[in-house]
T-cell receptor, first 110, second 112 residues
Framework: EDKVVQSPLSLVVHEGDTVTLNCSYE??????LLWYKQEKKAPTFLFML????IEKKSGRLSSILDKKELFSILNITATQTGDSAVYLC??????????FGSGTKLNVKP | DGGITQSPKYLFRKEGQNVTLSCEQN?????MYWYRQDPGQGLRLIYY???????QKGDIAEGYSVSREKKESFPLTVTSAQKNPTAFYLC???????????FGDGTRLSIL
C-alpha cells in the first residue's frame, strides 16, 4: 500500500537550534516529493524534489531527496519562533495526485 | 492577485443537512482538488478534477459530491450521508505538468 510517513510527529526546540524533519515514502510511481509549511490555514510551498542527492536551499531551510532509500529530510538551521508550524511532506504518485504525510508539528520556543 | 478563494471560512451544519463549500481560482489552473484535514493528521483526498466537466473520486469520497462546470470553480457538497463531517477542508489547484499545488485558506466545518 502506498504511504508517506513523517517523523517525528512533534518537536519542541529553542530558538537557534537546528532541526531535521524526516519523510519516508513507499509509492509505486514516484514523480516528486514536496514540502509545505502550514501555520494556521493554507499550506505554503517550500520545496519540490525530483532528483536524488541535489540539495535545495532557501535561506535557513534546505532539503534533499534519496530515491534509493526512499526518504527526504528538511533541515532548518538557526530556528526562529516564526518557524513554528506543521511541516507537511507530500508525494506525487500519479500525475498530480498526491499522498500527504501526517505532518511534523514544530514548536520553537524563545 | 492570483489565488484560490474558499468560502465561507467557518460553516455549521445541522443534522441531515447538505452544505456546499465554495472554491474559486483565478490562476488558470486545469487541476483542482478537495482535501480533508483532521486534527493531527495530514491531508486526505476527497475528489479531484483534471479538466472541466470531469472529476474523479479520491480516497475518502463517500458522503461528498462535486461539480466542475467552469475551470475557475470546484464546489464541494457535504451531504447528510457523511456521518463525521467535522473537519478542516482545503481546496487546491495546480497547472498541468510536474508542479506544486496552491492552496486556499480552508473552510472549517462543524456540526451543530
Amino acid at each position: 500500500e502506498d504511504k508517506v510517513v513523517q517523523s517525528p510527529l512533534s518537536l519542541v526546540v529553542h530558538e537557534g537550534d537546528t532541526v531535521t524533519l524526516n519523510c519516508s515514502y513507499e509509492v509505486t510511481n514516484f514523480r516528486s516529493l514536496l514540502w509545505y509549511k502550514q501555520e494556521k490555514k493554507a499550506p505554503t510551498f517550500l520545496f519540490m524534489l525530483t532528483s536524488s542527492g541535489i540539495e535545495k536551499k532557501s535561506g535557513r531551510l534546505s532539503s534533499i531527496l534519496d530515491k534509493k532509500e526512499l526518504f527526504s529530510i528538511l533541515n532548518i538551521t538557526a530556528t526562529q519562533t516564526g518557524d513554528s508550524a506543521v511541516y507537511l511532506c507530500a508525494v506525487d504518485y500519479n500525475f498530480n495526485k498526491f499522498y500527504f504525510g501526517s505532518g511534523t508539528k514544530l514548536n520553537v520556543k524563545p | 492577485d492570483g489565488g484560490i478563494t474558499q468560502s465561507p471560512k467557518y460553516l455549521f451544519r445541522k443534522e441531515g443537512q447538505n452544505v456546499t463549500l465554495s472554491c474559486e481560482q483565478n490562476l488558470n489552473h486545469d487541476a483542482m482538488y478537495w482535501y480533508r484535514q483532521d486534527p493531527g493528521q495530514g491531508l486526505r483526498l476527497i475528489y479531484y478534477s483534471q479538466i472541466v466537466n470531469d472529476f474523479q473520486k479520491g480516497d475518502i469520497a463517500e458522503g461528498y459530491s462535486v461539480s466542475r462546470e467552469k475551470k475557475e470553480s470546484f464546489p464541494l457538497t457535504v451531504t447528510s450521508a457523511q456521518k463525521n463531517p467535522t473537519a478542516f477542508y482545503l481546496c487546491a489547484s495546480n497547472p498541468q505538468g510536474n508542479q506544486p499545488q496552491h492552496f486556499g485558506d480552508g473552510t472549517r466545518l462543524s456540526i451543530l
